[in-house]
């Protein structure tokens, strides 16, 4: 059994004053000075601990608020409500919601799962990733790592193409070559961000956070500079120019590289592995209706890592665009139909916005999966985009320290592969190799609601 | 932009409440001055502070103006009139180190036009201006 | 200098007592008091000298005094608590004494932040009443706040002022009832213009049987104008000018109103001189001393009564 | 049956423990007021009290906002200075989440300090997490369609929990109802015993979660349920001989197959010595019973429960998995009397979001898939279903009873109950600030027990009286009638108003 | 509580001209409660100070500061690690809390922010009232709790002088005439007989004694 994967985390402060989604609003005027608030009703010290964010105007008490509401219920005078705080509405758009980016912020500082009293406080269900229930078994024998300890659960997965039988020659020796086989300890990659500010210290970041984890980060070709070479074992050169321009030394200090779909991508393949033979190689689809059948034509050939994309909102190319989870399911089926499955590695990327998002991608198929924004986020990035626009970014991250970020980066992986053990743990499952499309242990709201609702008042 | 105040710092605290779409609004204002203007969002125009008002002049801002809600259409309905106070106790005190009081605004949004914070912004960039560069800027 | 104060002579042998007022110049010239004096000189029992008053600063009221002393007059020192403690109070009551001033109205005094002395700062170490009960304490006793005895006590009649038109009206009484107790023995009111609250003032005084221990003289002032009249019901505190004494002046051709203001005071004096429990009038001309003679006159109150001098 | 005749407790007032109530409408009287005290007389609802220098809004939560201006009491309109505004209340809107938004929340508090339906226009019967309870509706005749005739007297609230036909003795409760878990540790004593006191009172059960058994409970050992779960903290068999129920727990809808974590903070020395553990180090109930990982082993475990007390039912609360219903069967067989299904979205002390979120499934939907599978085996009413995990109001019991439940099991409202205002901070630091999930001294004594008591009874009673009023109009003459009545409900995304007659409430 | 109001800047500034490392100091309890030295005008005062200097060329560091209460040691003793780092300390105390800084910390300049004015009540949001001069010889009793020391212009203690009309004072018609309250409350009280009394001449010493007043407890004295 191999080592425990651990991720060290630590407490990494933000930068900057976040945005909540509530603040106070207290009226000074008339204020009576009896403290109450302060020394009596706030268990949280919050009034105590209050200052002003100079660079944005920003009070602490908005943020650290935790909102019991004893201050608002016994100021003698009234002075004090709690209000919305239209900012935190403004966060992000209507994927990346201000409830996921704030989460994402909360294990980037402190590199725990959220955790909280009282019961769910959501939505019953919704679009997307929110339109499925995982698993969990009462009474069978269930792994369990994370918080308990007790026993070993592997978040590990294999890059690369399997032989799905070992060939014998005539003396009965082994024939078949293994192919190359790239292990990540979590099932998560880095991908190439959609925007981001300029500097090249967002890309450190990543890098220095995925040389820590164990995983990769995406690099175009274009963004390989001498700063990058230091880290190119972690490193997945993105190959979207003349792949003659590229130096035949990369090729013995990479393990993986991409490439685009399109042309002859499997000649391309070929190619790179004539130099290296010991180099995987990924093949970036764009997601759309056709990908079923273009993934099995792909491995057919010899498709070693097929890249799945969407877009930034987990949606794939098209007029009716279907969703990534849906998409997943049926590559991943056809592909057991055609009995191929087993033998290529598919990485699903675009959308994934939270940890559960990881488990329920690998349940509808994927063995691994692509990461973006949530790096940004975790570096307190506000999806505002508007870097994009060529606007100052608010929180300055295009002079982010490096170190600080990869530890933000490395604490928001800890909390993800923690509530991934604590998925798997509540499935009885031991090895997230083994989650991969197991639709059976999921829930789906479409069946559910036409099984259940759908009857209700007809009479008998 | 053909803007009268072209070469002055305009700091800009606003009420939310009045463009719920400030956030996307004000971009484009932004993208053109860069950092010559810098908005700062309130839930209420009622949370700002005299404090928030100097410290804006302090870091640079040669014109700092609050926009809040018409009266009678706070939502916490003292909040704008409670701004009014504090600006005016602001003011003053800028007066005493001898800064002209005309460098903190308020300017009260009437409820029969509600404006976009962008355009309220323009006209206030289009208007002559009435300070020069502020001497805590020049000086400094 | 053993005097008896001719005013207490004129009251205890129950005439129909007449005093006036004289402000002090601000300045150190003693021909004004003089000149004042001999005005006023056989038409009036004794003269009050105020005492800085509205607190604009004057001379001071124990010299002017003096003088009128030497003039031949019969003098009404006034003192305020305003300015002196309770050290130079009592000290200047002995000095008073031993000049030959027999009489002494005792007040707390107009407060400093109405006259040219704002900053000033205000001394109020014992009240009127305080003061009142001091002086008859030294005069009867002989002896000094805390008890220490005098090797000659002063002699005063002692007088304090009422205003019957302030508030809290009923409290007014009360309050004249505690100026008697603490040992007033004459009291001057405030200008009577509003006979029917004096009335009702007078009514309470007599129920309270005031008027048998204490004489009360009216206050009374001549108007100038019409503007006077309405300067003095709307900006001074205390006073009370009805309305129908406002138009009564207005009803009057302005050069004729100042004869108008004499008519007017003189029916006021004729009215207090038949009301039960009146001991006398006090005229207070303001910066008008040369028409009291005439009003005195008029009122039928001349000659004035000879008293025996020692 | 005997029940019927069971003398329901009295309501009594109590009010908020704090100073402002926190209501829909915010109220502010401005300094024209000339304390003429108009207001005071006027408010038939009691929003203002009389006040030194102006009246004080200090019952603001009863005020009917601006619909009010009907009626010819409107204070804003009749104040002669017009010194009253009546806005909506900005804190309002804060509280709460879309499971529990700020007007149910309002009206529960409502109903905990009345015992009376809310007055003031809130929606007290649903959240607005956009699905499940809340797209459900009941099918009701018009108001004045066909009721049952007679007094309300007439319809029964009781239900049978030993439905099994053993020789163990039958337990009636006299609403469907009775309280679930929450151990000593994760809730104050004060609260532990207001629910106790409570269902005492009710005539009902409360559970005592897993963390031991104060000896202040044992006054009402007849309405205690004492819960055995995976980590058999405070298990005793002297007080599974206390007791009338005896609860299995192994999983909970909102952390299901992920056991229990007490913080250390929460450890007290008191909740130390209940628990036989180290005061001040973090507690874990693990996952599963380890001695269990079968149904065979389960029924050893029933077994033995039976041994121990002869005369107790047992109930065996599990969670919702995909094959939730094969584990009801398997529970029954092994001689559970009571199965309770608790549902994802349910209450808990700390969870991972994670898992509160996204794992097993709704209560809404395991139910009906329960009630069909024990249907099909024929073995419905040889056992009680008890539906917990997501139950806010009346019409949440309403509507699980008529998709199959027998009856409900509540926690979530409770603490709402003792204003629980769902800052989901109750596992942090010292506890919850409201002084109801701590075991902090200085916070538990926020709360006492009478008050307590007493709102927990008058939300229920007001629950019963929103019960008996569904199924008067319904035309039923007893909760039981309701059960497995799927044809009374509609689901808004697939019935409309117009395709139904009477009214979608 | 202790009020005060801040003294014109040009006050301030002239005070502080020679110093360059300002170290300020807020006061949390009574001076806070009136809004002219508590965190919050620490922070506006010190941000005008730097504008200013600012505007003239000079450059001045400037230390905000606020402590509990200005005139107990146990708090000013959180000053010391900083203190020595400045050259003066402008104190947003109350006379007392001002004096009690300068003693702590003998060798430093310090410098009153503050105008110190007298012991009163909030009456309303934004407004502060005198009603106590700490004569040390309290009448209330006899006064139906309305002090005439403080409250009547001349502080007469046995009735209202002439200037008495419609229940507010001549000396300053927003203040009610303190005798018409105390002949009200008294009479309501049915205590008639406190209206007839006279009162002697108070005994000011308690007031303006021999220097400053103190006020000796024995039993809560420390020990050593």
């Known amino acids: 059994m191999p080592p425990k994967y651990h991720i060290e985390t630590s407490q990494v402060p933000n930068r900057f004053q976040k945005i909540t989604r509530s603040g106070i609003i207290a009226w000074e005027e008339g204020c009576l000075k009896c403290t109450r608030c302060v020394k009596k009703d706030c268990v949280y010290q919050v009034y105590e601990k209050r200052n002003l964010d100079d660079r944005q105007m920003l009070d602490s008490l908005d943020s650290a608020c935790m909102d019991c509401f004893r201050c608002v219920q016994n100021c003698p005078n009234r002075l004090i409500h709690k209000g919305l705080n239209p900012s935190y509405k403004a966060l992000g758009d209507h994927y990346w919601t201000p409830e996921i980016i704030s989460g994402l912020w909360f294990q980037a500082e402190s590199g725990r799962i959220p955790v909280s009293g009282a019961g769910y406080g959501g939505p019953f269900s919704g679009p997307g990733f929110d339109a499925m229930w995982t698993d969990m078994s009462e009474i069978v024998r269930p792994t369990r790592d994370g918080i308990h300890g007790r026993e070993y659960i592997s978040t590990t997965v294999d890059i690369g193409r399997k032989v799905m039988a070992i060939g014998l020659g005539p003396g009965g020796e082994i024939i078949s070559q293994a192919p190359p086989l790239v292990e990540i300890p979590l099932p998560v990659i880095f991908d190439m961000l959609p925007w981001s500010p300029p500097g090249d210290n967002i890309q450190l970041s990543f890098l220095y956070g995925a040389r820590a984890l164990g995983t990769f980060a995406v690099v175009r070709q274009s963004g390989i500079n001498p700063a990058v070479r230091e880290f190119l074992p972690h490193v997945i050169i993105y190959v979207d120019g003349n792949p003659g321009d590229l130096k035949e030394e990369l090729f013995s200090s990479a393990r993986i590289i991409e490439i685009p779909d399109g042309g002859d991508p499997i000649a391309l393949q070929e190619r790179f592995k004539s130099i290296n033979p010991a180099l995987v190689v990924m093949i970036r689809l764009r997601l759309g209706p056709k990908t079923p059948e273009r993934a099995f034509a792909l491995i057919a050939q010899g498709a070693e890592v097929l890249h799945l994309v969407a877009d930034e909102y987990g949606l794939e190319e098209g007029s009716d665009p279907l969703f990534i989870k849906e998409r997943m399911k049926e590559v991943h089926l056809h592909l057991v139909d055609k009995g191929v499955r087993d033998q290529a590695t598919l990485i699903g990327g675009g959308g994934i916005a939270m940890a559960e998002h990881m488990a329920k991608l690998i349940i509808c198929g994927a063995d691994a999966l692509s990461i973006d924004i949530p790096l940004l986020v975790a570096m307190e990035c506000r999806v505002c985009r508007r870097c994009k626009e060529g606007i100052a970014c608010p929180v300055e991250l295009d002079g982010v320290d490096p170190l600080w970020g990869s530890l933000r980066i490395a604490n928001l992986m800890a909390a993800w592969h923690s509530q991934l053990l604590e998925i798997l743990g509540a499935m009885g499952i031991r090895e997230a190799r083994r989650l991969r499309g197991e639709m059976g242990r999921a829930m789906f709201f479409e069946d559910l609601e036409r099984e259940i609702f759908a009857t209700m008042g007809k009479r008998g | 932009m053909d803007q009268k105040t072209a070469g002055l710092n305009i700091t800009i605290f606003f009420c939310q409440q009045l463009d719920i779409d400030q956030d996307k609004n004000r971009r484009t204002l932004e993208k053109e001055l860069g950092s010559q203007i810098r908005f700062f969002p309130l839930p209420c125009s009622g949370r700002i502070d005299p404090l928030h008002l100097l410290r804006a002049l302090e870091s640079g801002a040669d014109m700092v103006y609050l926009i809040a809600c018409p009266e009678g259409a706070c939502r916490y309905r003292e909040g704008n009139l409670r701004a009014r106070k504090r600006v005016g106790y602001a003011q003053k005190l800028i007066e005493e180190i001898g800064l002209e009081g005309a460098r903190i605004e308020l300017i009260t949004g009437t409820a029969a036009t509600p404006a976009t914070i962008d355009t309220i912004a323009r006209e206030l960039l289009m208007r002559d201006a009435t300070v020069g560069i502020s001497p805590v800027r020049s000086k400094g | ?310 | 049956m005997a029940t019927d005749h069971f003398q329901f407790p009295e309501i009594k007032k109590a009010p908020s423990r704090f100073r402002n109530a926190l209501g829909k409408y915010r109220i502010t009287i401005t300094s024209a007021c000339t304390n003429c005290g108009l207001c005071v007389e006027l408010c038939p609802y009691g929003a203002y009290r009389a006040g030194s220098k102006r009246p004080r809004p200090s019952d603001e939560h009863l005020c009917l906002g601006p619909s009010c201006s009907k009626n010819d009491f409107y204070c804003v309109d009749r104040c002669p200075e017009k010194a009253i505004h009546i806005r909506p209340n900005p804190s309002f809107e804060v509280l709460g989440d879309r499971r529990w938004p700020a007007e149910l929340l309002a009206g529960t508090w409502h109903m905990a300090e009345t015992g009376a339906i809310p007055h003031q226009g809130l929606n007290y019967k649903t959240g607005s997490s956009g699905g499940g309870f809340d797209k459900i509706r009941f099918i009701l005749p018009g108001k004045n369609g066909n009721s049952s005739p007679g007094s309300d007297d007439n319809i029964s609230t009781a239900i049978e929990l030993n439905r099994s036909g053993d020789s163990r003795p039958t337990v009636t409760i006299p609403v469907p109802l009775y309280l679930g878990g929450m151990s000593f540790g994760s809730v104050s004593i004060v609260t532990m015993l207001s629910r106790v006191r409570a269902a005492t009172a009710l005539g009902t059960f409360c559970c005592t979660g897993e963390g031991g058994y104060p000896e202040e409970l044992m006054d009402y050992d007849d309405h205690v349920i004492t819960q055995v779960a995976t980590g058999l903290f405070g298990v005793r068999e002297e007080t599974i001989k206390r007791v009338r129920i005896v609860e299995f727990k192994y999983a909970q809808g909102a952390k299901p197959g992920l056991g229990g974590h007490l913080l250390g903070d929460k450890v007290t020395p008191r909740v130390a010595q209940m628990r036989e553990a180290v005061a001040g180090s973090a507690l874990f109930s693990p996952f599963p019973f380890h001695s269990v990982y079968s149904v065979e082993d389960h029924k050893k475990h029933v077994d033995w429960v039976k041994e121990i007390n002869k005369k107790a039912l047992v109930s065996v609360k599990v969670s919702t998995p995909t094959d939730v219903d094969m584990v009801v069967v398997g529970s029954y067989y092994a001689g559970a009397h009571i199965v309770q299904l608790d549902g994802s979205y349910g209450g808990t002390g700390a969870a991972p979001d994670i898992a509160k979120k996204n794992i097993a499934m709704p209560i809404e939907y395991a139910l009906p898939k329960v009630h069909r599978f024990l249907l099909a085996e024929g073995i419905r009413d040889k056992i009680t279903i008890i539906a917990s995990g997501g139950i806010r109001s009346a019409y949440d019991m309403a509507k699980i009873i008529a998709m199959g439940a027998d009856g409900v099991c509540l926690g979530t409202a409770d603490l709402v109950a003792l204003e629980c205002i769902r800052c989901h901070h109750c596992e942090s630091g010292r506890g919850c600030a409201r002084g109801i999930a701590t075991t902090d001294e200085g916070l538990t004594g926020l709360m006492e027990l009478e008050w307590g008591t007493q709102r927990i009874i008058n939300m229920y009673s007001a629950w019963r009286t929103q019960l008996v009023n569904i199924l008067r109009r319904l035309g039923m003459k007893s909760v039981t009638e309701l059960v497995g009545r799927f044809d009374v409900l509609a689901h808004m995304d697939y019935i409309k108003q117009e395709e139904v007659e009477g009214e979608l409430d | 509580m202790i009020t005060a109001e801040r003294k014109p800047m040009a006050e301030i500034k002239a005070m502080l001209a020679p110093y360059r490392k300002i170290l300020v100091v807020g006061c949390g309890t009574c001076v806070a409660e009136c809004a002219s030295g508590g965190e919050k005008e620490v922070g506006l005062l010190a941000s005008a100070l730097r504008m200013d200097a600012q505007m003239e060329g000079r450059t001045i560091e400037v230390q905000e500061m606020t402590i509990d209460r200005q005139c107990v040691y146990e708090f000013i003793d959180k000053l010391t690690e900083v203190a020595d780092r400045y050259d003066v300390i402008l104190s947003l105390g109350c006379g007392a809390g001002v004096q009690a800084v300068a003693e702590v910390f003998p060798k430093m300049f310090i410098v009153p922010a503050l105008n110190t004015t007298f012991i009163g009540e909030t009456k309303e949001p934004g407004l502060w009232v005198e009603n106590c001069r700490a004569c040390g010889d309290c009448k209330l009793g006899y006064f139906a709790g309305i002090c005439p020391v403080t409250r009547c212009a001349k502080g007469l203690f046995n009735g209202p002088c002439g200037g008495s009309k419609n229940g507010v004072c001549e000396v300053d018609p927003d203040s009610p005439c303190a005798w018409q309250l105390i002949v009200e409350r008294l009479d309501s009280a049915g205590r008639n007989d406190l209206l007839e009394a006279i009162y002697p001449p108070a005994d000011w010493s308690r007031q303006q004694g021999k220097g400053p007043r103190k006020i000796v407890r024995e039993d809560q004295r420390s020990e050593s």
């Not at chain 3, 300015?83 to 005094?109: E, H, K, T, Y």
């Open chain 3, 1 to 310: 200098m053993k005097a008896e104060s001719n005013l207490k002579n004129v009251l205890t042998l129950n005439n129909f007592a007449v005093t006036a007022e004289c402000g002090p110049p601000k300045g150190a010239d003693p021909g004004a008091i003089q000149k004042k004096g001999n005005i006023l000189k056989g038409y009036v029992d004794s003269v009050n000298v105020t005492d800085n008053q509205t607190g604009v600063v004057r001379l001071s009221s124990m010299a002017a005094c003096t003088i009128l002393k030497q003039e031949g007059l019969d003098p009404v020192l006034q003192m305020v608590t305003r300015d002196r403690n309770r050290i130079a109070l009592q000290s200047d009551v002995l000095g008073a004494s031993s000049l030959g001033i027999r009489n002494i109205l005792c007040l707390s005094g107009d407060h400093q932040s109405f006259g040219n002395q704002r900053q000033a700062k205000g001394v109020f170490d014992i009240d009127s009443i305080q003061l009142i009960q001091a002086v008859r304490r030294m005069r009867d006793e002989g002896l000094i706040i805390g008890g220490e005895a005098l090797s000659e006590p002063p002699q005063l009649f002692i007088g304090a002022v009422a205003n019957p038109f302030a508030d809290p009206f009923d409290y007014r009484v009360v309050r004249l009832g505690k100026k008697v107790a603490a040992g007033a023995e004459f009291i001057q009111t405030q200008c009577v213009y509003n006979l029917k609250r004096f009335k009702e003032w007078m009514r309470q005084v007599r129920e309270r049987g005031l008027d048998k221990k204490v004489y009360i003289l009216g206050g009374v002032t001549p108007l100038k104008s019409a503007r006077m009249a309405e300067y003095m019901s709307t900006q001074v505190a205390g006073m009370d000018v009805p309305d129908d004494i406002i138009s009564r002046m207005k009803g009057v051709d302005p050069k004729d109103q100042r004869r108008e203001g004499i008519a007017i005071a003189v029916e006021t004096i004729m009215a207090l001189k038949y009301m039960e429990g009146v001991h006398g009038v006090h005229i207070m001309a303001i910066e008008w001393e040369d028409v009291v003679p005439q009003i005195v006159e008029e009122a039928g109150l001349y000659p004035r009564p000879e008293t025996p001098e020692e």
